[in-house]
């Protein structure tokens, strides 16, 4: 019972690197979701994708792009990494519309 | 939009006192609540769920009641222990203009001494 599955788990950059978060789940989910937890803060939602082939911008989208791949896959991509961007990042997914949401572990980002 | 706010924390409670964690929402329609639990180190794990007025979500002796006519779901427990220290957070999803998203509130952290 893998659930939601984030990769990589812990991950440090330079100032102006790129990276790709991956997220893939095994629920048949229609949405997906990845949202960015700072220390003291709640979660604050970057994009969302309610069922494959569409995305959304969330709250904080600025320096993020996403990859709606599949119905299983969903990936963070940050394509010129700043130190504003450390953080915790959550991927999750949910059936769809007022259902609750599965999360991975998290992907702990640290720009330096 | 919609939107959740909650209680700010921290809240430190001694083992075996009663809990109450404040939760109010905004929202046109009728959307689902959440309650969720996230332990250190770890993701988010969903506590309890409510989609209807008046329903009660209860999980691990912890309970909350959707209230249309407040716009509140209040977190509480009866008797805590100290492994219930963790951050708890408010949330809802649905309603007539959210789409599929899921709004969080803030957390709340709840420390809980022997």
């Known amino acids: 019972n893998a659930g939601v599955t984030q990769t990589p788990k812990f991950q440090v950059l330079k100032t102006g690197q790129s990276m790709t978060l991956q997220c893939a789940q095994d629920?048949?989910?229609?949405?997906m979701y990845w949202y960015r937890q700072d220390p003291g803060m709640g979660l604050r939602l970057i994009y969302y994708s309610a069922s494959e082939g569409t995305t959304d911008k969330g709250e904080v989208p600025n320096g993020y792009n996403v990859s709606r791949l599949n119905k299983r896959e969903f990936s963070l991509r940050l394509e010129s990494a700043a130190p504003s961007q450390t953080s915790v990042y959550f991927c999750?997914?949910?059936?769809?519309?007022?259902?609750?949401?599965?999360f991975g572990q998290g992907t702990r980002l640290t720009v330096v | 939009g919609n939107s959740v706010t909650q209680m700010e924390g921290p809240v430190t409670l001694s083992e075996e006192a009663f809990l109450t964690i404040n939760c109010t929402y905004t929202?046109?329609?009728?959307?689902?609540l959440f309650w969720y639990v996230q332990y250190p180190g770890e993701g988010l794990q969903l506590l309890l769920k409510a989609t209807k007025a008046d329903d009660k979500g209860s999980n691990k002796g912890f309970e909350a009641t959707y209230r249309k006519e407040t716009t509140s779901f209040h977190l509480e427990k009866g008797s805590v222990q100290v492994s219930d220290s963790a951050v708890y957070f408010c949330?809802?999803?649905?309603?007539?203009?959210?789409?599929?998203?899921?709004?969080f509130g803030s957390g709340t952290r709840l420390s809980i001494r022997p």
């Open positions: 999750a997914s949910s059936e769809g519309v007022g259902t609750e949401a599965f």
């Open positions: 949330a809802l999803s649905g309603g007539y203009s959210s789409a599929s998203k899921i709004i």
């Open positions: 629920m048949n989910h229609n949405s």
């Open positions: 929202a046109t329609g009728y959307p689902s």
